[in-house]
């Protein structure tokens, strides 16, 4: 019996961008809310955004509405764990849902109790913290649970479109004035990091496999198209000159929220989340064991030469002995 189990370049690829992602998630605190000139330029960012009315800005329309919407999340978590059933990809569909309520539980828990915003900016603008979003923390775990209980084959074709939600969503709030780039940025690296923590403890239990298809040319180009969209799009709006603070923040975060995804989907590239195969067939023949040769000859008696090797002695038995 053979188990068929990932590489071993697999799992150091996923144990490793735990802690980077990570790292990442506390820059990220560090530098756009613990600091005074990180603050001044959110703030800036905040205030042009406004509160104004259109359908990414309107709480009761658009993308905000269909995040407070409970039933249709409550359906979307069901749809991931039908995905996971059908495929019998029963571990998958237990790491998918760990992996959305740890990434939910987590980020309420960080913006309401453990992470504090300092006061280093005065002005008219909110000074609690919203470090990181949670409506984007659960558009980013949704697409994440969705990408893990998928064939492996499967994913890029998910994730360009999933990516391309999670940005809409993080533009709504910025548009909304209800979160800053870095909650938006936060959130995402957080998913990722809980995302990838999940998917490397099914690793470590031997409950995934090395994929049997990679994905095709069409994903493959999909990706690494929206790679390279993603990138340009960003450096578009920063080199833009007429472009404003917020232009370039929003560009920032959707750039950020694409490139997450595609990330985590090329992290999970060669690992199947299913059991490990055993080939089961026909048990090999047991060995041949040779009988053990004899042990010292005895010496000659008088008049008669010594027997030279074993074999000499085998035959003599054979032809001598009754």
């Not at 913006?111 to 002005?123: A, I, N, V």
Request: glycine residues 8%.
């Amino acid at each position: 019996m053979r188990p068929s189990s990932t590489s071993p370049a697999a799992a150091w690829r996923i144990a490793l961008s735990v802690p980077l992602f990570l790292f990442a998630f506390i820059a990220t605190y560090l530098q756009f809310v613990r600091t005074r000139e990180g603050q001044r330029w959110e703030n800036e960012v905040l205030a042009a955004g406004g509160r104004g009315t259109g359908w990414l800005r309107d709480r009761n329309s658009g993308l905000l509405e269909v995040m407070d919407d409970r039933p249709l999340l409550i359906g979307a978590v069901v749809g991931v764990i039908l995905v996971a059933l059908v495929g019998r990809r029963w571990w998958a569909g237990l790491a998918a849902v760990v992996g959305m309520g740890l990434t939910v539980a987590a980020s309420q828990v960080l913006k309401l109790s453990l992470l504090e915003r300092p006061r280093l900016q005065t002005g008219p603008l909110p000074s609690h913290n919203s470090f990181p979003s949670g409506h984007v923390s659960l558009a980013m775990a949704l697409v994440l649970a969705l990408l893990v209980v998928l064939p492996s084959r499967l994913r890029v074709l998910a994730a360009v479109p999933g990516a391309l939600w999670v940005a809409s969503v993080s533009t709504a709030t910025m548009q909304a004035g209800w979160h800053r780039l870095s909650d938006t940025l936060g959130a995402g690296l957080l998913a990722a990091t809980v995302c990838c923590l999940v998917v490397g403890l099914l690793l470590a239990l031997g409950k995934a496999r090395r994929a049997a298809y990679r994905p095709g040319p069409l994903g493959l180009a999909l990706g690494w198209v929206a790679a390279v969209v993603a990138i340009g799009w960003f450096l578009v709006r920063y080199n833009d000159v007429d472009a404003t603070a917020t232009e370039i923040a929003m560009a920032a975060a959707q750039s950020a929220s694409v490139l997450i995804v595609l990330a985590v989907t090329a992290l999970l590239r060669s690992v199947e989340l299913l059991a490990p195969v055993v080939v089961r067939g026909e048990s090999p023949a047991p060995p041949v064991v040779e009988p053990p040769l004899p042990g010292p000859l005895p010496g000659p008696l008088p008049g008669q030469r010594r027997v030279v090797s074993p074999e000499e002695l085998r035959y003599y038995r054979q032809q001598l002995v009754p």
